[in-house]
Antibody
Framework: QVQLVESGGASVKPGGSLRLSCAAS????????MTWIRQAPGKGLEWVSY????????YYADSVKGRFTISRDNAINSLYLQMNSLRADDTAVYYC???????????WGQGTLVTVSS | QSALTQPASVSGSPGQSITISCTGT?????????VSWYQQFPGKVPKLLIS???ERPSGVSFRFSGSKSGNTASLTISGLQAADEADYYC??????????FGGGTKLTVL
């Protein structure tokens, strides 16, 4: 069965950096686009970034462009999100999510909490 | 990247039907049949209910249906049940290659 397991969430000071990882199993990562979606405490869902199946094409929300970098290692079925220059409003649960052929988000990880606070 | 517009809350009685709207522009909802809907219970992970405007993934109840007219997509829940009380989100592909969510709608079953 499809499983996505995030790790790397932590508490960090403003301006700091963090790298999130997502271990995928039950399918071949190289066959799918993958995305990161976040949800601030008590707030709605916000799309953050996605990577094409090869990793050659990436897109970012304006709110994280230039600060976050999505990458993947298909050989080990892993997705990453490098987050730099973190701000308080980056505080959220970050979900690793598989993208279906029709741009639906069909499988979600349990999420990892990132807290940015001084 | 403006969020799609959803009502903050909707309510209905058991057995009734309710509809949640999701309004965007011709650059997103109106331009593509790539609207999806998600259900999220408090403290839980979102679940895909509808993709491609109106397609239900395997295992999703027939009581959930989707449609679109112009720049507005809609999720209809028929035969409302107490167990349907949750937050609902729409999402769409955008013509600049990005993706966008609606602000979410809290469904209360009276």
């Amino acid at each position: 069965q499809v499983q996505l397991v995030e790790s790397g969430g932590a508490s960090v000071k403003p301006g700091g950096s963090l790298r999130l990882s997502c271990a995928a199993s039950g399918f071949s990562l190289s066959d799918y686009y993958m995305t990161w979606i976040r949800q601030a405490p008590g707030k709605g869902l916000e799309w953050v970034s996605y990577s094409s199946s090869s990793g050659e094409t990436t897109y970012y929300a304006d709110s994280v462009k230039g600060r976050f970098t999505i990458s993947r290692d298909n050989a080990i079925n892993s997705l990453y999100l490098q987050m730099n220059s973190l701000r308080a409003d980056d505080t959220a649960v970050y979900y690793c999510v598989r993208v279906s052929r029709s741009w639906g988000f069909d499988y979600w990880g349990q999420g990892t909490l990132v807290t940015v606070s001084s | 990247q403006s969020a799609l517009t959803q009502p903050a809350s909707v309510s209905g009685s058991p057995g009734q039907s309710i509809t949640i709207s999701c309004t965007g522009t011709s650059n997103d909802v109106g331009g593509y049949n790539l609207v999806s809907w998600y259900q999220q219970f408090p403290g839980k992970v979102p679940k895909l209910l509808i993709s491609d405007v109106s397609e239900r993934p395997s295992g999703v109840s027939f009581r959930f249906s989707g449609s679109k007219s112009g720049n507005t997509a809609s999720l209809t829940i028929s035969g409302l049940q107490a167990a349907d009380e949750a937050d609902y989100y729409c999402s769409s592909y955008v013509d600049n290659g990005t993706l966008v969510f609606g602000g979410g709608t809290k469904l209360t079953v009276l």
